[in-house]
């Protein structure tokens, strides 16, 4: 952060603090905001975490994660509440988001807010809102960051082991495991540093890997030995699934993460998508090598972003016509996919 002076400064007094992370948090997002969390509680600050949706059941274990304030369909009261807690707080965290429409409902009150706000995160091409950043597209997650930040405070010793597993979660998960090409020699480090201060890789690796329910591996299973496509003229694979098809296997916030990297470990694939009914709206996930910018192919026709081989994007359209509309721009990226 540049203006680490200034910053320092505004959590030198307990405030009113609210953190808030994208819709359907992932590890990252939710172990970097209840490891924030944890870390301004032991400075005195008042704090309060608020997601703008629910997320896996898998990542229930976080420490904290009894006090997030999660909007649901089913308690809309809920929001009336974050929002009144968005506007008195003093001071606004927002992590592993750039750009305010990834917070649906929430985004006109964290905007309006009066609030100091901080920005903590590495995706591409961020929406100016913040009044302070701590922002690296290099960096490999936002836990990363939220490690590095208190490194740069000063203030490593207030790392105890329910902030290092919740920000090892994070570092985890973001580098696949530590198997995606983001990893570096910084990402080993912190996860050295953050072992050191009381994180359990097994443990961690336990909850978020190894902690299935019969229905996500049986919807697996059916991905995998019914809907999974390969077109090799484009290198390319990819899974679609109805909202019939997930209401069959139980289907609930979670169980389709990861499943857009099957696509992606066949040999000579480039690009993986997974597209999904959520009834409101088509949720499309994309995941390439390194050649190869997903980044780009989400903004440039789905409405969303990310990273260069991992990003996310949204279509109004059926389930159908979103896959139509994929495969007719396919063509455009061939010399790019086969070269």
Known sequence: MENIQAFKALLQSPARVVIVTHFKPDADALGSSLGLAGFLKKKGHSVSVITPSDYPAFLSWMPGNKEVIALTAENKSIEK???????????IFCLDFSSLKRIESLQDSVRKARSKKVMIDHHLEPEKFADFEQWDPHAASTAGLIFKLIEQLGEKHLIDANIANCLYAGLMTDTGGFRHPNTTQTEFLIAAE???????????????????????????????????????????????????????????????????????SIKGIRLSVLMYDRKEEIKLSFRSLP?????????????????????????????????????????????????
């Open 81 to 91: 509440t974050a929002k009144a807690l968005i506007d008195q707080a003093e001071i």
């Open 194 to 264: 953050l072992t050191a201060h009381g994180a359990e890789p097994s443990f961690v690796a336990k909850q978020v890997y190894d902690t299935n329910s019969l229905e996500r591996l049986k919807l697996t299973g059916f991905v995998l030995g019914q809907k999974l496509t390969v077109l090799p003229e484009y290198n390319t694979a990819y899974i679609t699934l109805t909202s019939q098809e997930l209401t069959q296997f139980g289907s609930q916030t979670g169980d389709t993460e990861g499943l857009v990297n099957y696509g992606l």
């Open 291 to 339: 050649d190869f910018s997903v980044n780009e192919m989400a903004r440039k026709h789905f409405e969303g972003g990310g990273h260069k081989n991992a990003s996310g994007g949204t279509s109004k359209l059926s389930l159908e016509e979103t896959l139509k509309k994929f495969l007719r721009i396919l063509p455009e990226y061939k010399s790019q996919l086969t070269s």
